[in-house]
């Protein structure tokens, strides 16, 4: 696996990470029976998650068209390579 990730694919996995911090720190104020655990449970656990699914959404609205176009390529000379002479 020596392939450079893509922006695309780095995006992806920065909000995965944001996500599943997210998700530990909501964990592990489950089972503490504090009052200060349904702040933590709301001010990082929630904001993580928050944050991790904002970046999730934005990465795939701002996808540069410089690889749309790339990507769309390969399609074209797959579509014409199989059409029968006429």
Same mark, same amino acid.
């Given at each position: 696996?020596?392939?450079?990730?893509?922006?695309?694919?780095?995006?992806?996995?920065?909000?995965?990470? &944001?996500?599943?911090? %997210?998700?530990?720190?909501?964990?592990?104020?489950?089972?503490?029976?504090?009052?200060?655990?349904?702040?933590? /449970?709301?001010?990082? %656990?929630?904001? &993580?998650?928050?944050? %991790?699914?904002?970046?999730?959404?934005?990465?795939?609205?701002? /996808?540069?068209?410089?690889?749309?176009?790339?990507?769309?390529?390969?399609?074209?000379?797959?579509?014409?390579?199989?059409?029968?002479?006429?």
């Amino acid at each position: 696996m020596s392939e450079e990730l893509t922006p695309l694919e780095k995006r992806l996995r920065l909000a995965a990470g &944001l996500v599943l911090a %997210g998700l530990i720190v909501e964990a592990l104020t489950v089972e503490w029976h504090h009052p200060v655990a349904f702040m933590v /449970f709301l001010m990082p %656990g929630a904001l &993580l998650l928050f944050v %991790g699914i904002v970046v999730f959404l934005f990465s795939l609205v701002s /996808f540069p068209q410089s690889q749309t176009k790339k990507a769309a390529e390969p399609a074209k000379s797959v579509q014409s390579s199989t059409q029968e002479p006429v």
